[in-house]
């Protein structure tokens, strides 16, 4: 009922920058929170960062220097620019909607496809 497109990932060169989206559609009452996780080669999935619907934000301590995310409620889409980046930054991105409520009363998280993103030169 509900799906996540990603778009913004891509090769992009050290200490360059990446922006990425995330739209959620469906028929959507209300979104609890959304957010990036990644998984690089050989590592466990982490997050990157997460925004509530009410803007309070969370980062990983690898990226909160360098990354910054954002949400528009009224499109149910989410923003994370992407700065300084490294080759640790290398990784499968996806998109992540926390405690998403539909009109069908559903309460479900929901994931987006997963992006590549490379940082090489």
């Known amino acids: 009922q509900v799906q996540l497109v990603e778009s913004g990932g891509g090769l992009v060169q050290p200490g360059g920058s990446l922006r990425r989206s995330c739209a959620a559609s469906?028929?959507?009452?209300?979104?609890?929170?959304m957010g990036w996780y990644r998984q690089a080669p050989g590592e466990q999935r982490e997050l990157v960062a997460a925004?509530?619907?009410?803007?309070?934000?969370n980062y990983a301590n690898s990226v909160k220097a360098r990354f910054t995310i954002s949400i528009d409620n009224a499109k149910n889409t989410v923003y994370l620019q992407m700065n300084s980046l490294k080759p640790a930054d290398t990784a499968v991105y996806y998109c992540?909607?926390?405690?998403?409520?539909?009109?069908?009363?559903?309460?479900?998280?929901?994931w987006g496809q997963g992006t590549q993103v490379t940082v090489s030169s």
């Open positions: 469906g028929r959507i009452v209300t979104i609890y929170a």
């Open positions: 992540n909607a926390d405690r998403v409520i539909t009109s069908a009363h559903m309460f479900i998280d929901y």
């Open positions: 925004i509530t619907s009410g803007g309070i934000t």
